[in-house]
């Protein structure tokens, strides 16, 4: 199936409406067609034969241009974690085998290579916009993925994911042309990508945020309609005073935001606020939302994953798994050379998450199967106890992990965020969730978050397990 190259379909549409918005400067859909057009004529005449096209995804004009430039040259775009060191970056530049990759900054790295210097106002007689479409499972990106094991994997994506995922989403969130969406998700990650695509294709603009200013103070100076959080975005967006900021997050058209991921008591605050929340349950192999709860819910749907978006197909296995497939089923994992993509015998992709359907057909996500353990010859699922802890005022996060226990066999840890740690909390909080859990889900110890646990959207469940394994030693 053949579907329309989104920057000459939007540049041929909104011509001249603001397709990218900075700080410094505003970039119209034909200018992005052109500029993504320039790029991949500078690079198709520096290195004619590499299949993928490198870049660190730093927050801008010239990231978004590459990407499209990427797929305008029928090459796998890999946006690369630019947070990353040196060392784990060149883990990934030799697994994919690299020649080069393009930075803003030098790196010591020997593929190194700086990001053409074109100006992104390229004169429109240079442009031949070209192609028109693009074949729907053309392999257009590759994003690095740590999952729920710490372990990364190579998720390739093909233009049909993105572009249907991206039609499903404005089934349920409406995005018109004029509309703003603000950037606050990195590009090297499947959410990021998707908000270009659901921009690009309503004729909208996407923000790019100000590194020097904090998400608050991009919010009151652009004033996004729609925006994009993950649970620690919403918790600081929270204890903000500022009243400019709350009425531009309670006008706008949609926050989308994680489900499960996010804390219940940060839920009923935003609630509060009537911030237009919506929840969602996605994945990268599903290139970004699978279910979703509608516009303006009620505070009982939010504590649900929604329903299923269009395009998407979704299942829960006699055991609870969660099983899922349709046009956004990603292309497969890039492994040793080649793609392996791993099915059911009839198709469907094993999430290796645990739910179940509520009353009005919505998706309750109880947890992950692979983060299930066994205490006393009890199930438990560390995602329960979290979504008790956090229940309370001054949670802000929590994460359970099991430690081993001579008797039990393994019974749960459990670290929370806070604003200011006291040693009365563990006893309080161990007497809270009495009223909630039965004594075998009671964390045998409640600490506070590391002040050296790694930073990122994601949980460190790897580290924060070997962090409870020494601290558990250490007490010994």
Do not use: C
Not at 302 to 322: K, N, Y
């Amino acid at each position: 199936m053949k579907l329309p190259f989104l920057p000459v379909w939007a540049a041929q549409r909104f011509s001249n409406d603001p397709a990218i918005v900075s700080r410094g400067q505003t970039l119209t859909f034909a200018e992005l067609a052109r500029y993504a057009d320039e790029l991949a004529r500078v690079i198709n005449e520096t290195d004619p034969t590499d299949e993928r096209l490198l870049f660190e995804a730093i927050p801008s004009i010239q990231t978004i241009a590459l990407f499209w430039a990427a797929i305008r040259l029928r090459r796998v775009a890999v946006p690369l974690n630019y947070r990353l060191p040196d060392a784990a970056l060149n883990d990934q530049l030799n697994l994919l085998k690299a020649r080069a990759f393009f930075g803003t900054k030098e790196r010591i790295l020997p593929q190194w290579r700086p990001v053409p210097d074109l100006s992104p106002t390229v004169p429109e007689k240079s442009m031949k916009f070209t192609p028109d479409f693009i074949d729907d499972q053309q392999a257009v990106n590759l994003i690095f993925t740590s999952g729920s094991t710490g372990q990364p994997r190579a998720v390739v994506h093909a233009y049909g994911n993105h572009y249907f995922s991206a039609k499903g989403s404005a089934q349920n969130i409406p995005v018109q042309r004029g509309d703003r969406w603000l950037l606050s998700l990195p590009m090297y990650h499947v959410s990021g990508i998707a908000i270009l695509f659901r921009t690009m294709m309503a004729g909208a603009a996407v923000i790019l945020p100000d590194d020097s200013s904090t998400l608050a103070q991009n919010i009151e100076r652009f004033k996004p309609t729609h925006l994009s959080l993950v649970a620690s975005q919403l918790h600081d967006l929270l204890q903000e005073k500022n009243q400019r900021v709350d009425a531009i997050l309670r006008d706008a058209r949609a926050i989308l935001t994680g489900g499960s991921a996010i804390p219940q008591n940060l839920l009923r605050q935003a609630y509060e606020r009537h911030w237009p929340l919506v929840l969602s349950y996605g994945s990268s192999e599903m290139s970004s939302q699978i279910t979703a709860t509608a516009p303006n819910a009620d505070f009982d749907e939010w504590l649900t994953s929604g329903r299923i978006l269009l395009h998407r197909e979704v299942r829960i296995t006699a055991g609870g798994e969660i099983q899922v497939r349709g046009k956004t089923l990603f292309l497969g994992y890039w492994q040793g050379n080649k793609l392996t993509r791993p099915l059911t015998d009839d198709g469907w992709f094993a999430t290796g998450d645990v739910g179940h359907w509520d009353a009005k057909k919505r998706l309750v996500v109880l947890g992950r199967k692979d983060r299930m353990f066994i205490s006393g010859g009890e199930n438990i699922f560390p995602e329960e106890i979290e979504r008790a802890l956090e229940r309370m005022p001054q949670v802000i996060k929590a994460t359970v992990v099991p430690v081993p226990d001579t008797r039990f066999g393994q019974r749960p840890l459990a670290f929370v965020q806070v604003t200011s740690w006291q040693v009365k909390m563990e006893p309080q909080f161990k007497d809270e969730l009495r009223k909630f859990l039965p004594g075998y889900k009671i964390p045998v110890r409640i600490l506070p978050w590391p002040s050296d646990a790694p930073q990122g959207i994601k949980v460190p469940l790897v580290w924060l397990k070997e962090k409870a394994l020494e601290l558990m030693k250490e007490e010994d």
